[in-house]
């Protein structure tokens, strides 16, 4: 039986991630030739030249080897232009320590922003010097065929976990490769769930090693893959 899609387009996991096109830090886009055959993190910003987001987008930048080895790439959004953004990278660099290269879209009328509902609507009296509702802080963790696989929303006040988006991914990615889930606080070394459709008999041969805790319950040791 298929399930049916939410009739107000909002979007939910298993939803197509938008297409768009945009300028960015880096020069235009267009999302979908920018993902590719990759796995991309998406995550917005309130503005820019503000501190939490400044020691976000630092800290996502010195993990971004790690995304890559993992064949994800990351792209940021900001309510600003590219030549705020510009300015912006270079306090980032100067106070993190890091050298930021992959694009900052830019969304100054909060086109890309409505389209992925990354606006805060909790508090009426949150707005931008302009006047307009701030984006809060949403990452999107999207799949090579285009599938929104995870949506984490914070609000503008609360910076994010670089090593908790990182930790998804790779979760999900083992997830694919393999018929596991992964249990509370799972970290990459960790034993993984063998999954409910996953017969005992079958299990002595994708898992040799797996054992039962319950008839419900099987844990089994996997290692996360690189390079994907």
């Given at each position: 039986?298929?399930?049916p899609?939410?009739?107000d387009?909002t979007?939910?996991?298993?939803s197509?991630a ?8 880096n020069?235009p886009i ?9 796995w ?7 503005d820019d ?8 987008l630092?800290?996502?930048a010195?993990?971004q080897p790690?995304f890559?080895?993992r064949?994800?790439k990351l792209?940021g959004?900001s309510a600003?232009?590219t030549?705020s953004h ?10 993190t ?5 992959f ?11 409505l ?11 949150n707005?931008?010097?302009?006047g307009?509702?701030?984006t809060?802080?949403?990452?999107f963790?999207i ?9 984490i929303?914070y ?5 994010r976990n ?10 999900l990615?083992l997830?694919?490769k ?5 249990p509370?606080n799972w970290?990459?070394g960790?034993?993984v ?9 079958e ?6 090693k797996?054992r039962?805790?319950k008839?419900?319950?099987?844990l089994?040791?996997?290692t996360?893959?690189q390079?994907?």
């Open positions: 039986m298929s399930i899609k939410p009739a387009g979007l939910r996991l298993g197509k938008p297409n768009f096109s945009a300028d960015t830090s020069g267009e999302f979908y030739d920018y993902v590719g055959d990759d991309v993190v998406l995550f917005s910003h309130p030249f503000t501190p939490v987001c400044t020691t976000e630092g800290a996502f010195k993990l790690e890559e080895k064949g994800a792209i959004l600003n232009s030549e510009k300015a912006w990278i270079k306090d980032i660099d100067e106070i320590g890091s050298k930021l290269t694009p900052i879209i830019a969304d100054p009328n909060r086109e890309i922003a389209k992925y509902d990354m606006i805060d609507y909790q508090d009426a009296t707005l931008d010097d302009k307009v509702q701030l809060i802080r949403s990452v963790i799949d090579p065929k285009k599938t929104i696989r995870l949506i929303s609000p503008a006040s609360t910076g670089t090593a908790e988006v990182l930790r998804a991914l790779d979760s990615q997830g694919d393999n018929r596991i889930t992964t509370i970290v990459p960790d034993d769930i063998v999954h409910p459709s996953v017969s005992n008999e299990a002595k041969t994708l898992f040799p797996f039962i805790i008839p419900y319950l099987r089994t040791p996997l996360v893959p390079n994907n």
